[in-house]
């Protein structure tokens, strides 16, 4: 791939103009601020190189036929529009300085996401947790039903929009297909069967939804080892240690968290278990990364948490 910064000022595809680096440089998948020149509004734009794409467990021994997969799965995540997802708009390839690139555009997200808001030294208050919980179960129940694992559930893929929520982002990236092969910042998150061979499901999505919420919390990670091997090790027959100083949540996250992975239920059901405590759990206050006022907006409307736990208890996403 090109050098990051040499992108900024060029136009992909005759429309996206790059304007800014939005994820780590050293990323295989870099996220790019861009402006629409056609529709004039900001987005993201995610590239990445078609030698990257190449999966030879997947059967993708090539670039033309890791793009051709590529675009497919493109046109799925475009069908599966959802309020809590960072939804695809457009994608395609390109050739940048020679090098053949995929990409795909999605909506802008301006005000962070919550890992950027943790590194900050910030914590949410249970009740903020519990809001961003039932919006990132919405979205895993809908991934779920339409046959999609996300495998990377962490702070760094739930960004905020201007309207004050969440949504989960990443869906579809490619992921590590074995815990050798993964960093130890997605090993923070992800559940202990991964270290034993196990691929990624919804019940390791759970997990890791469980492992985000009680950091955002706590501001801790627990069983962090020095390596990739260690940390997920340290998770096996372990219980996430939960305490009753954070209230009603903590049973669901406990559950959520738990080593064995039948036992942590579904996103549906863990959805519907944080909104059967909702009424019990205080009014949220304003989470800073977002814009307040519209905030502000959410949480004066008649049981804001109630409004939003009822689409993950009756289905509707």
């Known amino acids: 791939m090109v050098e990051s910064e040499a992108l900024i000022g060029k136009v992909i595809v005759g429309r996206y103009r ?3 680096l939005r994820s780590d440089s050293a990323a295989a998948v870099k ?5 629409d020149l056609r529709h004039n509004k900001k987005v993201s734009v995610r590239l990445m190189t078609t030698r990257s794409l190449i999966d030879l467990d997947a059967g993708l021994i090539d670039e ?40 795909n555009v999605t909506e802008f997200y301006g005000q962070g996401t919550l890992r950027e808001f943790l590194d900050r030294g910030r914590r949410l208050s249970p009740s903020q947790a519990l809001v961003v919980g039932i919006d990132v179960c919405r979205a895993l129940h809908h991934a779920h039903q ?13 960004i905020f929009g201007d309207d004050a929520r969440v949504r989960l982002t990443g869906l579809g990236t490619k992921r590590s297909a074995s815990a050798e092969q993964m960093s130890l910042e997605q090993a923070k998150y992800a559940a202990p ?18 492992i985000t919420l009680l950091e955002s919390i706590t501001g801790e990670v627990p069983f962090v080892g020095e390596s990739v091997a260690i940390t997920l090790a340290n998770r096996v027959d372990k219980l996430l ?33 944080l909104a059967q405590i909702a009424d019990k759990m205080p009014r949220p206050l304003p989470i800073d990364t977002v814009v307040p006022k519209k905030f502000e907006d959410v949480i004066t409307r ?15 996403v």
């Not at 069908?79 to 960072?86: G, I, Q």
């Not at 069967?193 to 469980?210: K, R, V, W």
């Not at 240690?241 to 959520?256: C, K, L, S, T, Y």
């Not at 008649?302 to 993950?312: G, L, Q």
């Open 64 to 103: 033309s036929s890791a793009l051709s997969a590529y675009k497919e799965l493109m046109q799925q995540l475009f069908a599966m529009n959802h309020p809590t997802l960072v939804c695809v708009d457009d994608w395609g390839d390109t050739v940048i300085d020679g090098v053949r690139h995929a990409f």
């Open 146 to 158: 339409n046959g999609f694992v996300h495998g990377d559930v962490r702070p760094a893929n739930l």
């Open 241 to 273: 240690p939960v305490n009753a100083d954070m209230g009603p949540i903590a049973a669901p996250i406990e559950r959520a968290g738990r080593p064995l992975a039948d036992e942590r239920g579904t996103a549906l059901e863990l959805g519907q278990a």
């Open 302 to 316: 008649p049981h804001p948490i109630t409004s939003a736990s009822e689409a993950v208890a009756t289905q509707v």
């Open 18 to 20: 790059i304007e800014a």
């Open 31 to 35: 996220v790019y601020e861009a402006d």
């Open 193 to 210: 069967e991964i270290g034993l061979g196990s691929m990624p499901n919804g019940q390791t999505d759970i997990y890791s939804l469980a």
